[in-house]
């Protein structure tokens, strides 16, 4: 009797620890969201935790006030290889990504389109704060993690090295895991990195980064990420397509309402979605006030022929890509005259 009665305690804190296992860690609106009839899924949405990607955890937080509820189901990834083989596999339907390769991607005959920006600027070249690198001509001989080699983070390092007169044969560009560099950068594993948001700031806070260079002082109207969505979607559910973009617009627009529009995404986005400290999102989206922006975020043809022309050159593309083949503006176009959410942090209602 008495070890049937051991024999149950063991089986019912079996059962107990993988109810609540499932309940937190099992992603229940995404298994559940397959059983919906395809028209009426709502799109995974691929992002990683960097300031260029704020504008997706923000649209999902805001839009579960709203009447409507949410408009589709986030999905975090730590790279940007893992989002491509997603996106590839229809894993994903849309997803943040740094604008090269998805250019990249549109030239290899995928089919996807990019329809809306991230943010601008929010990139940086950062070195040790005690190291030898006072300038960019200080390169040589030196690592410097990058993203990817098809990223905005790379081609920015190539415009610096042709600024100041640097040979790229005479550095070593690594590729990491944004969420890494800072780290690495810690531990003397590498000399620099460049990297979009809140990464140089989390090297600022710690005391052993500084940043050598923003991306607005060697490129004008820096952008990084973008949004694409499959092709597919856009043809068989463009009015989703648009209710996704119009949200990611309009947070976008809220966060420029002011600091403490931004100081209260960096804690609802930190704590629940990224799982960084508040501290340092407020830091990288607020210090200052336009480190980061979330305006003026439709597909320029005259930004992307400038992404376009330099990855040419450092040989990323072997053709010259035309803009309508990879933009799809007409959504943007439509989100353009859009306000903010009518959201007041720490309330319960939105529109």
Not at 16 to 42: F, M, Q
Not at 276 to 304: C, G, H, I, S
Not at 330 to 351: N, V
Request: proline share 6%.
């Amino acid at each position: 009797m008495f070890r049937n009665k051991i024999v149950l305690g063991i089986f019912g804190w079996i059962v107990l620890i993988t109810a609540a296992h499932s309940w937190l860690n099992v992603n229940w609106a995404s298994i559940l969201n397959d059983y919906v009839p395809a028209e009426k899924r709502k799109f995974n949405v691929a992002f990683i935790p960097v300031t260029c990607h704020l504008a997706c955890p923000v649209t999902d937080y805001i839009s579960k006030f709203s009447k409507a509820g949410e408009i589709f189901l986030p999905r975090m990834f730590q790279g940007f290889p893992e989002i491509k083989e997603a996106l590839i596999a229809n894993k994903m339907q849309a997803a943040f990504m740094v604008a090269p390769m998805a250019m990249a991607l549109r030239a290899q005959g995928v089919p996807i389109r990019i329809v809306y920006l991230g943010h601008r600027y929010g990139s940086a070249i950062v070195v040790r704060k005690d190291g030898p690198i006072k300038t960019f001509a200080d390169m040589r001989g030196r690592t410097i993690a990058i993203p990817t080699r098809f990223s905005d983070e790379r081609l920015m390092v190539y415009r610096a090295a042709k600024k100041w007169g640097v040979d790229p044969k005479d550095f070593r560009m690594v590729e990491m895991a944004p969420p890494d560099v800072a780290g690495a950068l810690a531990a003397k594993a590498i000399d620099a990195f460049s990297m979009g948001e809140p990464f140089p700031s989390q090297a600022e806070m710690g005391g052993y980064g500084r940043v050598l260079l923003y991306a607005r002082e060697i490129w004008p109207d820096y952008m990084s990420c973008v949004l694409v969505v499959r092709q597919d979607m856009i043809d068989s559910r463009p009015d989703a397509v648009q209710i996704l973009v119009d949200g990611i617009a309009r947070s976008g627009l809220w966060l420029q309402k002011g600091k403490d529009y931004k100081d209260n995404a960096a804690d609802f986005v930190g704590r629940f979605y990224y799982n960084q400290k508040p501290a340092l999102l407020r830091w990288a989206l607020t210090n200052p006030m336009d480190r980061v922006t979330y305006d003026r975020l439709e597909p320029r043809k005259a930004d992307f022929d400038m992404v376009r022309d330099l990855m040419m050159e450092t040989g990323l593309l072997t053709r010259k890509l035309e803009f309508d083949e990879y933009i799809d503006t007409r959504f943007a176009d439509k989100a353009s005259i859009l306000t903010a959410w009518k959201y007041q942090p720490g309330t319960a209602t939105a529109e």
